[in-house]
């Protein structure tokens, strides 16, 4: 029964994804299959956060670094290689490569959280600053021109790969999208369920006794800050292709907040939580936002201030009992079943 309700969940996502990437493309408009996908996309970013914070204790602030650099590095390598494939493999190995570096003089050098944080947050920050000058014609590197506060437009789709002719439709691009945030569930699911991720997670509860049991935690903190990296950059990627533009708004303090928002939402130490807390408030922010009613920052502090006092466990908190419920019931029935059972047996041996 315990293999059972492990392996639900998985079943449960391949389900919706599937009936999503069927049913969804049929169903809806190409600006509301647009609208959806950016919430695929972000749920991606907001799952990176939610692996290293909620199951390696790492809180950074500035997920949205690593979302930037897939961004602008899947731009600028798509425009110069004039095909996608190498370009989106480019968005994940430098985000991730950027987070090993990042990462290597963070644990190494034994530095606490809260500086973790600010560090992470200041180079967010520096990124951002960083490509919003670079407006000149100067700043170029290969045909892509960076573009400072402007941005990159006109950026190349994702394509079949080696085929640069046969571009992704709106329509595939929500289909692409679902199946990474599948893939990057799933992953994730399979990667804690290893050794590696009990001793992340062991990690969070008390890195001392880690270290006392012979792990370094140095390498295995700075192996998942590296993969929350990549997987923040693979949203940076898609999100590239989704509005085929990208600026230094990727970099900003908004998204890094908004990341953090999700998480906190969703429900810290889960991976559905982040998908469900994104999902939850861009589709919160959207709507009210289109009414005029409320500012949409002033939402999302009231949102923020909400959950972390009525409801700190998030969302997912809400349905934390249907674990407990499956098993009980099962019980309750065998138990029963044994008791009506046993005056059978005893007439029996009369």
């Not at 606490?112 to 990124?127: A, E, F, H, K, W």
Request: proline share 4%; glycine share 12%.
């Amino acid at each position: 029964m315990k293999n059972y309700l492990h392996y639900l969940p998985v079943g449960a996502c391949l389900i919706a994804g599937l009936a999503a990437m069927i049913v969804l493309p049929l169903c809806l408009e190409t600006f509301s299959l647009m609208e959806l996908t950016i919430y695929v996309i972000m749920s991606i970013l907001a799952l990176s956060l939610g692996f290293i914070w909620g199951y390696g204790g790492i809180l950074c602030f500035g997920q949205a670094a690593f979302f930037g650099l897939g961004a602008y590095a899947y731009a600028i390598g798509a425009i110069n290689f004039g095909e996608s494939t190498g370009a989106f493999a480019l968005a994940i190995i430098v985000p991730t490569l950027f987070a090993l570096a990042l990462g290597y003089f963070i644990f190494f050098g034994r530095i606490s959280d809260v500086y973790l944080g600010v560090i992470t947050l200041t180079v967010t920050l520096i990124l951002f600053n960083l490509t919003n000058s670079t407006s000149g014609d100067q700043y170029r590197i290969g045909a892509a021109a960076i573009g400072g506060f402007n941005g990159i437009p006109s950026i190349p789709t994702l394509n079949v790969p080696g085929f640069p002719d046969q571009l992704l439709s709106p329509e595939m691009l929500f289909v692409v999208s679902v199946a990474f945030l599948m893939a990057t569930y799933i992953g994730l699911r399979l990667l804690l369920a290893s050794h590696f991720g009990r001793v992340v997670v062991a990690l969070r509860e008390n890195e001392l006794r880690v270290d006392l049991l012979g792990y370094d935690s140095r390498k295995y903190k700075l192996a998942a800050f590296a993969i929350g990296g990549g997987i923040a950059g693979l949203a940076g990627c898609l999100f590239a292709n989704w509005g085929a533009f990208t600026s230094p708004t990727v970099f900003s303090l908004t998204q890094s907040a908004l990341v953090i928002i999700w998480v906190l939402v969703g429900g810290v130490g889960t991976l559905l939580g982040p998908i469900i807390g994104c999902f939850f408030v861009q589709w919160l922010t959207s709507y009210l936002g289109g009414l005029g009613i409320v500012n949409p920052n002033l939402l999302l502090g009231a949102v923020l201030i909400g959950f972390v006092l009525l409801l700190p466990k998030g969302i997912v908190s809400l349905f934390a009992g249907w674990r407990e419920l499956l098993p009980a019931q099962r019980r309750q029935a065998r138990a029963n079943s044994a008791s009506t059972a046993q005056p059978t047996a005893e007439g029996a041996k009369q």
